[in-house]
């Protein structure tokens, strides 16, 4: 029986442990590009037995969140390389997140001030965070979506395969492809932002459809297993809904099983908050998920999140239900997570008001344990 501390190998990527850092928005990478205080920062995390980084947009139309690092300058991959190297001196294993936010963006961070794109040309409802011309940050409405055109779609799905080889490029053990919380991916997979009538909406086949070549075109790219996924079966961020998640979810896992992935990263509940969270008529059956997942094939590492502590992920891996498990604010708030929780030592506590923007405050200054001592 595994054991939180125990290593285990994800795919081609091997960890040290199954303590995840989940990947964390943290806006402090001007002009798109990895700087510096990127690479103190996820240095100091890299005890992780895998650190899964923010998430990078594969485009600039990709992006929906001002300073927020990519993946398509050259001088973008160059930054992530010195993040890479540094991880990698001290050990840690490290993947990117992939990115395209769809419909939550705004007009001023678009190529050409144009709209942002979605699956259909319905408003997310929801904010996002921009700067202001004179430099001040603010948090701003999403601007208005325009429908892609089907022969925009394959374009697309090449982006996430550029970026893929781009990561590879940068020196990451792999990637995760963003396919949660309301961004393009789970736009196109949900019947509250797609209303298509072409083979890309309607049953839940084609509104799959999409994931499942964005899947094709990286594992093609840079191999199966330096390949995973972050799902969010329920979750109502960035003003998404869909009426009856559990058979599209039982649909797209029995379609991953036998694409030979790396990992499954599953947030449970509504992202960052009620882990008991539901759409539809009937709570979310996890358990269902991942045996549908195993039956269809799939062997890749189950990994969980959201609102876990010490003992709930220890309880986890014990039962086999989790073969990982990802912490977001805990990793935030504790660069030396694995040896505290290893410790049963006390814990930093996360500062909201530092979590977006800024510099070292609230980012690279949260002292390790023997800092304390
Ligand atoms: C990438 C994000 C996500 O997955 O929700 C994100 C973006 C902005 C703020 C918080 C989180």
Redesign the pocket.
């Known amino acids: 029986m595994a054991n939180l501390f125990d290593p285990t190998k994800f795919g081609d990527i091997e960890l040290a442990n199954r303590i995840v850092m989940a990947?964390?928005?943290r806006?402090r990478s001007p002009k798109a590009i990895p700087n510096n205080l990127n690479v103190t920062y996820y240095e100091q995390r890299a005890t992780a037995g895998l650190i899964i980084t923010?998430?990078t947009p594969v485009t600039q139309q990709g992006q929906?969140?001002a300073d927020?690092p990519g993946l398509y300058l050259p001088q973008a991959v160059e930054g992530w390389q010195k993040v890479t190297d540094a991880v990698h001196r001290k050990g840690g294993r490290i993947v990117t997140?992939i990115?395209h936010?769809g419909r939550?963006s705004h007009v001023s961070l678009q190529p050409n001030g144009a709209a942002p794109v979605a699956p259909s040309a319905i408003p997310a409802g929801t904010k996002?965070?921009i700067i202001n011309p004179n430099g001040s940050g603010a948090f701003v409405e999403t601007s208005a979506p325009r429908a892609l055109e089907r022969s925009e779609i394959a374009g697309i799905v090449d982006d996430f395969r550029k970026g893929a080889r781009a990561a590879i490029d940068a020196g990451f053990d792999g990637i995760e492809l963003?396919g949660?919380?309301?961004?393009l991916i789970d736009q196109f997979l949900k019947s509250g932002a797609n209303q298509r009538t072409d083979d890309y909406g309607g049953s839940i086949e084609n509104r799959a459809r999409f994931l499942l070549e964005v899947v094709d075109a990286v594992t093609r790219e840079i191999g199966a297993g330096r390949v995973g996924i972050?799902l969010?079966p329920v979750t109502p961020?960035?003003g998404i809904t869909e009426t009856d998640p559990q058979p599209l979810f039982n649909y797209v896992a029995k379609q991953l099983g036998p694409r030979g992935l790396a990992f499954i990263h599953v947030i449970e509940g509504a992202?960052?908050g009620d882990r008991d969270f539901f759409q539809g008529d009937k709570p979310f059956d996890y358990q269902e998920l991942k045996a549908v997942y195993r039956k269809a094939g799939g062997t890749g590492g189950w990994l969980v999140n959201n609102g876990y502590d010490r003992e709930s992920a220890i309880e986890a891996v014990e039962s086999g239900y989790a073969d990982a498990v990802a912490f977001g604010k805990l990793f935030l708030a504790n660069p030396d997570l694995v040896d505290r929780l290893r410790q049963n030592a006390p814990l930093n506590e996360p500062d909201k008001a530092t979590?977006?923007g800024g510099g070292a405050k609230g980012y690279t200054d949260y002292p390790a344990l023997e800092a304390v001592a």
């Open positions: 990947p964390l928005t806006n923010e998430g929906g969140y927020v997140q990115w936010v939550v996002t965070y963003h949660a919380n309301g961004y972050r969010s961020g960035n992202t960052g979590f977006y």
